[in-house]
């Protein structure tokens, strides 16, 4: 079953716009959570990791939240560039596993066209 | 420059053959892991290793093996591949298993099992 859950599976967006990406998770009992990004053919690149019950990070252009009460994340892309195309990964870090497991999920790609 | 280094970045291999991936780290981390990402799933964890010598599986260990004779180099092998086994490979390090371990990725490997 799959634990982490990401919207929308892909979204296309102009040059200069912002965008929003969701992640919800039903990972328990639940540490932090990641976002990566993904060029192609490329590895996962950290982007930010959000831990407190109800967190927030900036990081540049990019900004999320997390609140562990509802379960989600929100990933804010602030006038996307044509470099932001990629697929963006949030994975959720279980606290509860021996092996510190971390649960992917499968992405959004995100477009930005000119 | 710290970095995962994964060796070959694309193979194409017969079925019933056998097949080495390599990865490489410069970071000293004690933890390293090998996942694969196949289209719409997210990553998911074959094996993990603690350190030399000192592996685990993780959630599809069957038809996989490793080797991690020293600290920056760990091996994965497949004994007889099958075609349900192309895929992109991941190998990834971590100085902990925390969830605020900072997490670093090779560029993957793209297996073609025909």
């Known amino acids: 079953k799959t634990q982490v859950e990401q919207s929308p599976q892909s979204l296309v967006v102009r040059q200069g716009e912002n965008c929003v990406l969701q992640?919800?998770?039903?990972?328990?009992?639940?540490?932090?959570l990641r976002w990566f990004k993904q060029d192609t053919g490329k590895g996962l690149v950290s982007l930010t990791v959000?831990?407190?019950?109800?967190d927030k990070t900036s990081n540049g252009r990019y900004s999320a939240t997390l609140d562990k009460d509802a379960k989600h994340s929100t990933l804010h892309i602030t006038a996307t560039l044509l470099d932001d195309t990629a697929t963006y990964i949030c994975?959720?870090?279980?606290?509860?596993?021996?092996?510190?497991?971390?649960?992917f999920g499968a992405g959004t790609q995100l477009i930005v066209i000119p | 420059d710290m970095k995962v280094t994964q060796m070959p970045r694309y193979l194409i291999k017969r079925m019933g053959e056998n097949v080495l991936l390599e990865c490489g780290q410069d970071?000293?981390?004690?933890?390293m892991y090998w996942y694969r990402q196949d289209p719409g799933l997210g990553l998911q964890l074959i094996y993990i290793?603690?350190?030399?010598?000192?592996?685990s599986e993780g959630d599809i260990p069957k038809g996989y093996r490793v080797s991690r004779k020293k600290r920056e180099h760990f091996s994965l092998i497949l004994d007889s591949a099958k075609t349900n086994q192309t895929s992109v490979y991941f190998c990834?390090?971590?100085?902990?298993?925390?969830?605020?371990?900072?997490?670093?990725f090779g560029s993957g490997t793209r297996l073609l099992v025909i």
């Open positions: 990834a390090s971590s100085l902990g298993t925390g969830g605020d371990s900072d997490y670093t």
């Open positions: 992640c919800n998770y039903s990972v328990t009992p639940d540490n932090h």
């Open positions: 959000l831990v407190d019950q109800k």
């Open positions: 994975v959720v870090v279980d606290r509860g596993s021996a092996l510190g497991r971390l649960h």
């Open positions: 970071m000293s981390h004690e933890t």
């Open positions: 290793s603690y350190d030399v010598d000192s592996n």
